[in-house]
């Protein structure tokens, strides 16, 4: 990444997240007009953290603000990332990613490009590669369709049975008890569907946003070691 001058406050955020020691880190940081990368990491040196986690704190504070998630009723059905890249991917990092997803989701997907776009998609999990100015960012996203799916049914039927019962006990045309007996399995129905879309939601978006986190680390870690010049190292 380029060697920018960082000020104080996002010096304190970035020794923050490397060594989750703000305390420490603000004690060695001087107060001065900015301070660049390779000081920093200097500066983390003599706090004994390691350079390369002052380098990917850093370029954390470079990222666009992340997507929200899609919810339903409160329920998230979809995970999102979005990681802006410092140059251009070669064809071979690409094709590196598309491993690293594959081995990652456990499935071959789908690989698209057109002009300068490029995809990776797999149901309803998409991975794209876009322009971002003189650079490129890529866009993690993905939604649990078949949840959303369940649960709109399961609201369905339990609609369709509460008017049922409601009509039935309007018009007279059934005791009470009789109604409730004719919708209970049609509610019950409802209820077990929409159980069904929305219990599994939280673990899988926890997983598929942890494994777009590390997909994100991965790819940033990989860039950044190949810019790094021959004999350099």
């Given at each position: 990444m380029t060697d920018r001058r960082y000020s104080d406050d996002e010096v304190s955020e970035i020794f923050a997240r490397a060594s989750e020691t703000e305390q420490e880190t603000r004690r060695l940081v001087p107060t001065r007009e900015g301070l660049t990368l390779t000081e920093l990491q200097q500066i983390g040196r003599e706090a004994g953290i390691a350079?390369?986690?002052?380098?990917?704190?850093?370029?954390?504070?470079?990222?666009?603000?992340?997507?929200?998630?899609?919810?339903?009723?409160?329920?998230?059905?979809?995970?999102?990332?979005?990681?802006?890249?410092?140059?251009?991917?070669?064809?071979?990092?690409?094709?590196?990613?598309?491993?690293?997803?594959?081995?990652?989701?456990?499935?071959?997907?789908?690989?698209?490009?057109?002009?300068?776009?490029?995809?990776?998609?797999?149901?309803?999990?998409?991975?794209?590669?876009?322009?971002?100015?003189?650079a490129q960012r890529v866009r993690f996203r993905t939604v649990r369709g078949n949840s959303r799916a369940m649960m709109f049914l399961g609201l369905g039927l339990v609609g369709a049975s509460a008017a049922t019962f409601l009509a039935a006990v309007l018009t007279g045309s059934v005791p009470a008890g009789e109604a409730i007996a004719r919708v209970g399995s049609l509610a019950f129905a409802g209820a077990g569907a929409f159980a069904l879309g929305a219990i599994p939601l939280p673990r899988w978006a926890r997983l598929r946003k942890q494994q777009m986190d590390d997909l994100a680390d991965r790819l940033m870690a990989s860039l950044a070691v190949r810019q790094i010049p021959p004999g350099r190292e």
């Open positions: 350079p390369e986690l002052v380098a990917q704190a850093a370029r954390s504070l470079d990222q666009p603000q992340q997507p929200a998630a899609p919810v339903f009723l409160g329920l998230p059905i979809g995970a999102a990332r979005t990681v802006r890249l410092e140059r251009r991917m070669t064809d071979e990092e690409w094709e590196r990613l598309v491993v690293d997803l594959r081995e990652t989701f456990e499935a071959r997907g789908v690989v698209r490009s057109e002009g300068s776009l490029r995809q990776w998609s797999n149901g309803n999990l998409q991975v794209l590669l876009e322009p971002d100015g003189d």
